[in-house]
């Protein structure tokens, strides 16, 4: 676990000397800011309209754990995958999708990434690797495994990296799928998010473990770490050393992330904040533990970036994530007969097979 | 024409589309090197390896789950629950996961999966191994279901679903298995969404599905035998996507019908083919309706009793007596 008590300190082990990390370039090093500043701007303004009634359902913030989606996801080769839970608008951001997509789903419109029919639990951009954006707990650690186990099936070599939170491991199927995994040596990777609380209930209250959730994975014989999220480097480099064994043994890994969500587990979550857990500790990670102003500090001291051109940054992504919100509200919602849509591919062809026998029961 | 059994016209159908495509594999348990719980897939391991026979542990939900991510890449998965009582364990995987994929992106995944195994009662072990699912999986608009009754049917039936784009739940039946009929040598599919009419007749209606069917078609045959009264009966075949046309044309003809269901009466799939049939042709109708389901308890173990609790040639034959 993090020692929350203190402020953070270069690490001991200093990944950015890892070789994966070494050989980046400082426009790839303002990149991943950028991405940073994104994410976290494109959720802020998405809750101020949440806030104002103009979105349906729930909101689950990805604020305070950017650098895990935006450090997996810059390791991403034509064959790498991604899937990830119902916190998913990070995830989604970080593989390329386009705030406008992205916000316009968000506000239940057809120009929505998935049509204003999946919302904001269910983003998918296949065409950029990416899988959804899964709203049952859990219930997307097999479908990564069947990405893993697709990607070896054709002779490729990739791997799926398959992000559960702290709460899904204690579902059933993830053992079932770690299981399949390890047993048939396929490339996939499970990224626990650890950030403390599954809904309002601590880890500490939720799980029972030894020293950390990875280190279950060696009951099946899984090679397992854990890594501070905090440090977009330290995601880097686990997760590159993750996928390398993917890729040349096809095996899979299980990494631990330590992070934390600044918001509740959904924007509906009133007990957050003094309820189960302290403010103490949630203006402790604010202040001392926040991703996006730790990378933004690293680069500044590397010399990478000045303060002022930081500062642009997030002014133009607050920008294009307002941009977004104009996007979203002027577009139009589904017509109601687009509801018959993408429900089966072959009606939607119109196939002979979509054009045989009733498909739908309404009169 | 060949007389096979019922499993060995699913096996030469398993075979044909391996060797058609690539992408086309089975999983399940004991499906390779056992050759199948029931014999289903007896020598396909030997002739096509490791690759396209998986045999799975004893995870529905993670293998189930694994097959629906694979066909997202464009695998398509033919995977076996040895009964579909199982998908119990699986639900999620087969409802949220393959069943609203497609419509929670938006239309940019599909999943070319098929589920597959016997989906029937009467064979004397108990409730939970005795479901039939297929009301409950008709009932999500993004799966299809698919029940066979004959060899002929099974092989056609389950070459379709497996080129078919969209989850396709196949219901089989123990009882079938070792069933034989008239198979062609040359290839043939047969699509989803069409009836079979198993037995032309102009006096009354009998509709069912699967073993149902085949219950109906001998009722059929005694009630001519005995009464000189024509039955038409109706095989779904497909359940959903459901040939609509093939039942309200029967109706109009005979005017009369019975429902043979081996589900349960409450929301069965014979409660929507009435729904619809008083919908659609209520004017057609000279009588009432008439339903034989499996009796509405759990699926008792006692085999003197179980063949009872099951539709029975005489219970059709007397609620077609009744309305006639």
Redesign the interface.
């Known amino acids: 676990m993090i020692d929350t008590t203190a402020e953070t300190e270069i690490s001991p082990v200093d990944y950015a000397k890892a070789s994966i990390n070494a050989s980046l370039t400082n426009e790839e090093k303002i990149r991943f800011l950028r991405q940073l500043y994104a994410i976290r701007n494109f959720e802020h303004i998405a809750l101020k309209h949440y806030n104002e009634g103009k979105m349906g359902g729930f909101l689950h913030l990805y604020i305070g754990q950017e650098s895990v989606a935006v450090g997996a996801c810059s390791l991403m080769g034509e064959n790498d995958?991604v899937?990830t839970a119902y916190r998913d608008h990070g995830h989604a951001l970080a593989v390329g999708m386009g705030m406008n997509e992205c916000m316009a789903e968000l506000f239940g419109k057809a120009t929505?990434?998935?049509?204003?029919?999946?919302g904001s639990m269910?983003f998918?951009?296949?065409d950029k690797n990416y899988?959804?954006?899964?709203?049952?707990v859990a219930?997307q650690?097999?479908?990564?495994?069947?990405?893993?186990?697709?990607?070896k099936?054709?002779g490729l070599k990739g791997s799926?990296m398959t992000f559960l939170g702290d709460g899904a491991v204690n579902q059933?199927?993830f053992y079932?799928?770690l299981?399949?995994a390890s047993?048939w040596n396929l490339p996939v990777i499970y990224i626990i998010e650890n950030n403390r609380y599954s809904m309002g209930t601590s880890l500490e209250r939720s799980s029972a473990f030894k020293n950390c959730l990875a280190e279950r994975a060696d009951g099946f014989g899984i090679v397992w770490d854990i890594a501070n999220g905090e440090d977009l480097y330290e995601v880097r480099a686990k997760l590159s050393t993750a996928i390398n064994r993917a890729h040349n043994e096809s095996r899979p890994t299980v990494l631990e992330v330590d992070t934390y969500r600044h918001y509740g587990h959904s924007v509906a979550d009133a007990k957050h904040k003094g309820g189960y857990r302290s403010n103490d500790e949630i203006e402790k990670y604010k202040s001392c533990h926040d991703p996006v102003l730790l990378w933004r500090r690293r680069l500044v001291e590397e010399g990478v970036i000045s303060e002022a051109d930081a500062d642009v940054i997030n002014k133009e992504t607050r920008l294009e994530a307002s941009a977004s919100v104009k996007f979203a509200e002027e577009s139009p919602a589904p017509a109601i007969e687009s509801i018959y849509?993408?429900?089966?591919?072959?009606v939607?062809?119109q196939?002979?097979?979509g054009r045989?026998?009733?498909?739908?029961?309404n009169? | 024409m060949a007389v096979i059994e019922y499993r060995d016209a699913l096996n030469q159908a398993f075979a044909e589309e391996i060797e058609r495509d690539p992408n086309v594999f089975l999983i399940g348990e004991e499906v390779a090197e056992y050759d199948g719980a029931y014999k289903v897939t007896r020598g396909l391991w030997q002739k096509y390896g490791d690759k396209r026979l998986v045999d799975a542990p004893i995870s529905e939900a993670g293998f189930i789950g694994m097959a629906v991510g694979a066909s997202m890449l464009g695998l398509r998965p033919v995977i076996e629950l040895m009964f579909w009582s199982f998908c119990t364990v699986a639900y999620d995987q087969i409802i949220n996961n393959a069943g609203c994929v497609r419509y929670m992106s938006g239309g940019l995944i599909n999943c070319p999966i098929v589920i597959r195994g016997p989906a029937n009662g009467g064979t004397n072990v108990g409730a939970t191994h005795s479901h039939t699912p297929e009301n409950w999986l008709a009932n999500i608009p993004g799966l299809k279901v698919v029940s066979a009754a004959t060899a002929y049917d099974a092989k056609g039936l389950m070459k379709t679903a497996i080129r078919d784009n969209d989850p396709v739940m196949f219901m089989e039946n123990t009882l079938l298995y070792g069933e034989k009929g008239e198979v062609p040598e040359e290839e043939y599919v047969i699509p989803l969404g069409k009836a079979d009419i198993k037995r032309a007749g102009s006096d009354i209606t009998f509709i069912g599905h699967g073993r149902a069917a085949l219950t109906a078609l001998k009722a059929a045959e005694q009630l001519a035998d005995e009464k000189g009264i024509q039955a038409e009966v109706i095989d779904l075949r497909s359940i959903r996507p459901l040939d609509e046309e093939a039942i309200l044309a029967s109706v109009a003809k005979t005017h009369r019908v019975v429902l043979v269901d081996e589900n349960k009466p409450f929301c069965g799939v014979s409660a929507q083919i009435a729904a619809l049939i008083q919908e659609k042709a209520f004017d057609e109708l000279d009588a009432p309706i008439r339903r034989v389901c499996t009796l509405d308890a759990p699926a008792i173990y006692s085999p003197a009793v179980e063949k009872l609790q099951l539709p029975t040639v005489e219970r059709v034959l007397e609620k077609a007596l009744s309305i006639l």
């Open positions: 995958h899937i929505g990434c998935s049509k204003g029919k999946g269910h998918f951009a296949p899988w959804g954006g899964h709203g049952i219930g650690t097999p479908l990564g495994l069947g990405l893993a186990y697709a990607v099936y054709k799926c059933g199927v079932e799928s299981n399949i047993l849509d993408d429900v089966y591919y072959e939607d062809r196939t002979e097979a045989t026998g009733r498909h739908f029961f009169d």
